[in-house]
């Protein structure tokens, strides 16, 4: 009985499978806290915040307006208006000579002496004064222009005004043409007035081109700055490229033909060239059609129109009208709407 006791006390299986659930029991802690510990790191990764970064925001581009030469030339007039030096005191010899002996010129004892600042400042002060009221006083001049922000003064058969963004429209259709003729004014003639008037603006100004009948054509798509090389190239589009034929084929060189035809889709595209003053030479009656039928373009539509382009503008676009042998009811019209753009009618009849 003993002995049976005492075997089943040092059983080898018991003792086996003690070992075993031990050894499985550490095995499951140690990759549970394997598994704790992996969780951790991965949560810790996923939150960690990245380092802050400096970047340097790339530099704002500097763009320096162009700087106005007007009141160099508006100092440089006033100093022209000072009176020159006279010299009245002379070198006088008591005793003759074979050679006569220059004027000496008198030399004042201020600019011996040290500069007074105060002096100087109430100079520069009074010469700017007299500038600005230069300025103020020549309504139509450089000076005055500058006042008002308009531009320089233009001149352009006869009207007169301001402006820098300038762009003329050339009606050339049969009729004006044959009334630019009676008229003695021919559209050759009105070629020449062209080239002068370009030559004359100044250099910080811009001009375009437009010449139409129902189809239309211009010299630049954009107003161009008045330099010397856009003045030759619009000197030889006129020579090459001017139409006194009195029509313009929708198939000819450089010929936009809209849809509807006629002079309000030209206005609207005169209008996107953003000018400050537009010149039209016309004779006031305009009609639209193809294929023959045509009908002609009512007033309503017109002032519509003006009000369509003129409402949204930041800035005012003065309209002047130059006609050739007008009828009544057009040179009212066209006076009207002239005049409720700022601008002027001329009307040149025969003599």
Do not use: C
Request: no cysteine; proline share 7%.
């Amino acid at each position: 009985m003993a002995k049976t006791l005492k075997r089943a006390a040092f059983d080898p299986r018991q003792l086996a499978r003690k070992t075993a659930t031990t050894a499985m029991l550490t095995s499951l802690i140690i990759h549970g806290v394997l598994a704790i510990f992996a969780g951790v790191w991965v949560v810790a990764t996923y939150i960690r915040k990245d380092a802050p970064k400096f970047v340097a925001p790339p530099a704002p581009a500097i763009k320096i307006p162009p700087q106005t030469r007007q009141h160099r030339m508006n100092l440089a007039a006033n100093a022209a208006l000072a009176s020159k030096p006279t010299f009245k005191a002379r070198l006088v010899s008591l005793r003759p000579t074979a050679f006569a002996l220059p004027e000496a010129p008198a030399i004042s004892m201020n600019d011996m002496l040290t500069p007074d600042p105060a002096s100087m400042a109430t100079q520069m002060i009074t010469g700017l004064a007299g500038t600005a009221g230069a300025g103020a006083g020549g309504g139509f001049g450089l000076a005055g222009a500058g006042g008002t922000g308009l531009g320089t003064g233009i001149n352009f058969m006869g009207i007169k005004t301001q402006g820098k963004r300038v762009l003329l429209m050339f009606d050339v259709s049969g009729s004006v043409v044959n009334k630019a003729n009676k008229s003695e004014m021919p559209l050759a003639k009105i070629k020449d007035e062209t080239l002068t008037l370009i030559n004359q603006l100044p250099a910080d100004s811009r001009f375009g081109i437009i010449q139409f009948v129902r189809n239309y054509k211009f010299f630049n798509a954009e107003l161009v700055p008045s330099t010397q090389p856009n003045r030759d190239l619009a000197k030889q589009w006129v020579e090459t490229e001017w139409n006194e034929s009195g029509s313009m084929p929708r198939n000819g060189k450089g010929v936009i033909a809209p849809e509807p035809n006629g002079l309000p889709p030209v206005l609207r595209r005169a209008f996107e060239m953003k000018p400050d003053v537009i010149f039209l030479i016309s004779d006031g009656s305009f009609e639209r059609g193809a294929g023959g039928v045509t009908d002609d373009i009512p007033d309503e539509e017109f002032e519509d129109l003006f009000k369509q382009l003129t409402g949204g503008a930041s800035q005012r676009v003065l309209f002047h009208f130059i006609g050739f042998q007008m009828k009544p009811d057009d040179e009212d019209f066209w006076k009207k709407m002239a005049r409720r753009n700022g601008g002027q009618l001329r009307q040149i009849k025969s003599f």
